[in-house]
């Protein structure tokens, strides 16, 4: 059975697996950032053989890898995974949590495969010499540690292709034997591996996994190398695939490790929070100063106005350090059906972080105006349902901003006029003890938008994250 990808842009690869197990990849017209880099790529990866793709800075080895992993896991999730630099590491996580989010992640469970002979994390980590690091902090490692690190995500991966994007760079010579033996048992098992390297492999004399072919890029083509090959055909299995397929994470099973995630990486976040309670506090400070009790209106609506605006000012940076060190590409491989998730997760800690930090300081303008016991309820009370109605609009709007790579302050700017219904009905519920009516039916509005945000959020998320890596 031939699996074809479905049709494509011409500058996207068109990958299919053939009976007898090669991949084939056509790629028209290879381009980055709007520049052609190659033109008519074609190349075949058997299972059971590494092939090496060579190239100048800039010739497009990176973006070819990147290319081919989006293609393959759009065919099947799961299917190929890329290795690079960054692998989604956050440096406020320990060794430990970061391998463990990887292997409940890419469908391992806290157990690797038995073909690992290890019983836990602990094993990969005493494989990858990094055993007395695993309760220290992943931004305390050197560059070697952390590319050791990055092999031990190979280790819980049950991908069948290996994208390795310069895997040499920062490992020693020890770091480069332990990567030679994991591709030699990746390939005895069926799979496949594609490398690209300024290094020609194996790096060191001796053993080493087998080469099957070098692809070149040189001018405006990838082209097969005349250095000699170093394939040995007894290293290839005869199934075509040994390892265990992807297990697809369920909708809930995604959202709990992304809450997980979060609750782990809470501190790092808060300071975004502080500055925003900062701006608030000084604003509400100001309020109290130039207003007087019989401008309490006045005062209400500078209120919402501040509130909206010290919410609006961390925007940018809820998913910018996601994107940036490749978990949302990561994602997006292994398990795209979890991003909208995933999303969900995020939104739901920005939203407990803004209601837990902003509404204290918005007790200080109860203090300053002196309400009274109920007006000072439903203040707060309508200051936390903002917030909730909120948060999904700016959800989709962070996301939005890493889609247009700079347009950051024309998207909040567009982005002001769409919460004008969230300060109209927060304000008319602030003020509905002073002319005695219910702040039920406002309050109740402003829930209404944040489930139908949240609702409608989620797919619109998760396309948008998909666009975020193509």
């Not at 391998?99 to 806290?110: E, N, V």
């Not at 609006?312 to 809820?318: I, R, S």
Request: hydrophobic share 50%.
């Amino acid at each position: 059975m031939v699996m074809t990808q479905p049709s494509r842009p011409v500058h996207q690869p068109n990958c299919q697996w053939l009976p007898s197990g090669q991949l084939q990849v056509k790629w028209p017209v290879l381009q980055a950032g709007g520049v052609e880099l190659a033109r008519n790529i074609e190349m075949t990866l058997p299972a059971g053989e590494l092939c090496q793709v060579r190239g100048s800075n800039g010739c497009g080895k990176s973006t070819f890898l990147k290319g081919l992993a989006n293609a393959l896991n759009q065919m099947a999730p799961g299917q190929a995974l890329l290795l690079n630099t960054t692998m989604g590491f956050r440096g406020e996580l320990t060794v430990l949590q970061q391998l463990a989010l990887h292997a409940s992640w890419l469908g391992s469970s806290d157990a690797p495969e038995p073909k690992l002979s290890l019983g836990s994390l602990d094993g990969v980590l005493e494989q990858l010499g990094l055993m007395d690091w695993r309760y220290e902090y992943v931004a305390t490692l050197s560059s070697g540690q952390t590319a050791r690190l990055g092999l031990g995500v190979l280790l819980l991966s049950p991908a069948r292709v290996w994208l390795l994007d310069e895997p040499l760079n920062t490992l020693d010579h020890a770091g480069q034997q332990l990567l030679d033996g994991l591709i030699k048992r990746h390939l005895a098992q069926g799979g496949s591996v594609l490398m690209a390297s300024h290094h020609p492999w194996p790096p060191m004399a001796g053993g080493s996994a087998c080469v099957r072919v070098t692809w070149q890029f040189s001018g405006s083509c990838l082209q097969k190398s005349e250095e000699p090959s170093l394939f040995n055909p007894h290293l290839v299995s005869p199934v075509a695939w040994a390892s265990r397929p992807a297990r697809a994470l369920g909708w809930a099973r995604a959202l709990g490790l992304s809450i997980q995630r979060d609750r782990w990486l809470l501190g790092s976040s808060l300071q975004t929070v502080a500055w925003s309670a900062l701006f608030f506090w000084i604003v509400l400070s100001l309020c109290g100063f130039a207003l007087h009790r019989t401008e309490l209106q006045a005062a209400r609506t500078l209120a919402w106005v501040s509130l909206l605006l010290a919410v609006l000012l961390t925007v940018k940076d809820w998913f910018a350090e996601d994107h940036r060190i490749g978990w949302l590409q990561l994602l997006l491989h292994a398990s795209p059906g979890s991003l909208g998730a995933y999303w969900l997760g995020r939104c739901l800690l920005q939203l407990l972080q803004h209601v837990a930090v902003l509404l204290p300081v918005a007790g200080l303008l109860v203090v300053q105006f002196q309400f009274t016991g109920s007006q000072a309820l439903q203040f707060l009370w309508a200051g936390a349902s903002g917030v909730l109605a909120m948060v999904p609009l700016l959800g989709l709007l962070s996301l939005l901003v890493l889609l247009t790579r700079g347009g950051t302050a024309l998207l909040l700017v567009l982005g002001l006029p769409l919460l004008l219904p969230v300060l109209v009905f927060g304000l008319e519920a602030t003020q509905a003890a002073s002319v005695g009516r219910s702040a039920l039916a406002p309050l109740m509005v402003l829930w209404g938008l944040g489930s139908l945000g949240f609702l409608l959020g989620v797919p619109v998320a998760r396309r948008l994250c998909v666009l975020v890596q193509e």
